[in-house]
Every structure is written in C-alpha cells, then in structure tokens.
C-alpha cells in the first residue's frame, strides 16, 4: 500500500466520497477495471452511459436513416447545448458544438480582425497549436506575438500582463491548465485584469484540460471565448469538443460560415445566424454528440466540486511519493495544481520512462518540448512524463504507477 510522508496530503479524501462510492464509479467504468489509466489527460476512461448513448444513436441510424434518427433526438440533442453550457455555469444559446478542443479555439480566434502591428499575447505555457495558429495569423497580418512571462512560483504573472496591455493588444489567450504541467493560470484575475485596465483584447481560454475536472464560471471569468474537449477530464468520446462565446463574441461575424452558421437570404446576401450555433458546422457525429452530453450529465450528477476535490487529492499523493524516489523530480508549478503530475528523472530520457511504465500495464504518457515549447525551454526540460487519475482511480492503481516508476528509474 502506498505510504505517505507526514507533510503530505491528508490521509482522508477530502470529496467525500467512500470506498464504496470508487467502487460504484469503477462499475461504472468498465476500463477501470482492465487498466491502471493515468492518461485521463490524454482520452479518459469513459463511464458506460456515455457508451450506451452512442451505440443506440448508431443503431437509430441504421434502423431508420442518420437524418430521421436526428429528428428523432432533436430534444436530447438540445439538452447537450445546456449541458455542456451548466459545466461552465453558462446558458444554451452561448454554446457551440465542434470536434474537439481545436476546433472550438481556431472558430473563435480566426473571427478576430486582426490588423498590421495588433498585438497578440500568449502565456508562456501556452498550447503549442494556439501558438501555431497565433504564429500563423501573426503572419499573415503582420501581427506581433509576445509572451506573458510566469511569476515567481511559474504561473502566469497578472502584474505583467497588466504592464504589457495596450490598445494594440487584441487577442490575450491563455491556456488555464497547461497539458505539460500541473499548474492552473488564474483565469479569473486575467479576466479581472483586462476589465480594470479597460483592455478591449479578446480574451481566449483554453480550458481543454480544466472543463469536466473543476467547476467553472463562464461569467466571473469574464473571457470571450472558452474552448473545451469532450473526451479528457469531461470523460466524453473522441472527437467532440465545444465552444463558449461572450455576448461581445456573439456580435462577431464567424470566419467559417456554412447553412448551419448563416442562412442564404437572398442571391448575394445572408444573415448569420444568432446564439453561439454561428461557430458551428452544420455535419456532425450526432451519436458523438450525444456521447459528450451523457458525459458532461455525468460529471454534473456526480459534482465539478467532488471530481476537483478527489482528482487533486489523488495528484497530490501521487506527488508526494513520486518525490520521495531517488532522482525522480516532481515538475508541477504554483500553489494550485490540478490532475496533471509530471515528472522526469536525471537517469533515463523519459519517453524510455513512459515506454517502460506501459510495458508493465500501466497507461500514462510522454510530453514532448514542441507541446508547448516556450515552456520546456524557460525550465529547461527535455521531456516529461505525466500521470493524470481521474476520480476512479484507487489505490491499487497508485501501487501500480509507483511500482513501475521504481521500476523504470531504478
Ligand atoms: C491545454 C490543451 N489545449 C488544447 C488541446 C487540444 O485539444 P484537442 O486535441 O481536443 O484539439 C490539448 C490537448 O492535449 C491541451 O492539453
């Protein structure tokens, strides 16, 4: 079993839930019990209704035709819009569906104008396809990008963003739990930031790793768009993801427009369509959608609160007796973590870590520098490895992922 250090987290769950609460969740999640999945940050174990909800959509589809079996849902279908919106305690008509965390972002950020000599400024953990995209569009403008450098415990340091705003800045975008660390960007002090200096920069979050882990609040952030996945912490399937979007976004004209984001009013003229559905494709895996909805009921049911609590919990542990083995170094950053552990070892390069921690069955990943660059290269790291549980993870699991970390290290 595992032990831990009397300065550690505290022996006790703090979410409340019991032994036989994991229990149920792990019956409820039927790849908890084949595979000790430390890769909830990469795709999470889904629990079985988000399964269920899927396969019956696909078979509707066969039995009666993909459009009938969409007309048939058209009431479950709108749910998904409140759903995913309660995540992040925002209304239905600010929600967009899309394919994934990307996907939301890019339909967001590329219906900004951008202008010859806009300012554009990125967190240095920034996610490397935002910066991509923003180096693209930089580009393309002649725009300038420019890093918000992290404070002294390495998160993002509000006081310099402060410093650096000007009415040349347009687009702020921050990634509010980096993928490569466990630190957490104060998503709120920017917004709270941007607002007391008068700032008109658009403000992106991307909250592809905190949606379905935390509980959010659209508002109180107070960003322009907030882009999120389906299928990480949300525990939905792969290729879904959505999209929020402020009343000030609501007013932009969408840079990808099809019948379902504009309607063909006359020969040479249309009319964007109102609600965030102006940000959104008009195709779609409709059973996938479904998937995503029955996730975001399921953390909802269970609490954002409780999931936070007990993944923290868990990462906290996890933590702490990761550092307790000789040349292993814990990587996560700042006084708030979330179910992100990274770690490397000044012994073995850690994608061989990674590659040997799944040899003996246990599923964790390899970050790589080009995920988010500026970031490896300020704390010189060359690759890390990241452990991420999720709520139905026990301790066995952590006996598991620390006995093949000795292991691999030794
Ligand atoms: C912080 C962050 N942002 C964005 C993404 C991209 O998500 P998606 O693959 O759903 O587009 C990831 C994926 O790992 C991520 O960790």
């Not at 084949?34 to 209704?49: D, I, K, Y």
């Not at 552990?341 to 000044?346: A, D, E, I, P």
Request: glycine residues 8%; aromatic residues 6%; negative net charge.
């Amino acid at each position: 079993m595992t032990t831990l250090s009397a300065s550690g987290p505290p022996a006790i769950d703090p979410s409340g839930l019991t032994t036989a609460d994991i229990d149920r969740l792990r019956a409820e999640t039927p790849g908890s019990m084949r595979v000790p999945h430390f890769n909830n940050a990469g795709s999470a174990l889904p629990p079985q209704v988000v399964v269920n909800t899927m396969i019956e959509h696909l078979m509707r589809e066969a039995e009666i035709g993909g459009y009938e079996a969409h007309a048939e849902a058209s009431d479950r279908l709108a749910n998904v819009y409140a759903s995913c919106g309660a995540l992040i305690g925002a209304g239905a008509q600010s929600i967009a569906l899309t394919t994934s965390a990307t996907d939301s972002w890019l339909r967001g950020f590329l219906s900004i104008p951008l202008a010859e000599g806009d300012r554009i400024l990125v967190a240095q953990a920034e996610y490397a396809s935002n910066v991509l995209a923003v180096l693209a569009a930089a580009r393309r403008a002649g725009a300038i990008v420019e890093a918000i450098p992290d404070n002294a415990s390495g998160i993002l340091d509000v006081e310099a963003m402060r410093s650096m705003l000007d009415e040349r800045v347009k687009v702020v975008s921050i990634t509010h739990a980096p993928s490569q660390n466990g630190l957490l960007n104060p998503a709120e002090e920017i917004g709270a930031a941007l607002r007391d200096t008068g700032s008109t920069a658009w403000y992106l979050l991307d909250a592809c790793q905190s949606v379905g882990q935390m509980p959010l609040d659209a508002s109180a952030i107070g960003a322009d768009f907030i882009s999120a996945t389906g299928r990480k912490f949300l525990r939905g399937p792969r290729g879904t993801g959505f999209l929020w979007a402020s009343p000030r976004a609501l007013e932009l004209e969408p840079a990808l427009i099809d019948l379902n984001s504009a309607e063909w009013t006359d020969l040479d003229d249309y009319r964007i369509a109102p609600g965030a559905t102006r940000f959104e494709s008009w195709e779609k895996s409709y059973a996938a959608m479904l998937g995503m909805g029955a996730a975001a009921n399921y953390a909802l049911s269970l609490g954002l609160d409780v999931t936070q609590a007990r993944i923290t919990w868990l990462a906290d542990r996890i933590r702490a007796e990761l550092s307790q083995i000789p040349d292993v170094q814990v990587r996560d950053r700042g006084q708030v973590r979330t179910g992100i552990v990274t770690f490397s070892t000044s012994r073995r390069a850690a994608a061989d870590v990674v590659a040997a921690i799944k040899a003996s069955g246990v599923n964790v990943s390899y970050s790589p520098p080009d995920y988010a660059l500026r970031d490896f290269r300020a704390h010189g790291v060359t690759g890390l490895v990241r452990a991420s549980p999720h709520v139905f993870t026990n301790d066995h699991d952590i006996d598991r992922l620390l006995d093949a970390v000795r292991e691999a290290v030794a």
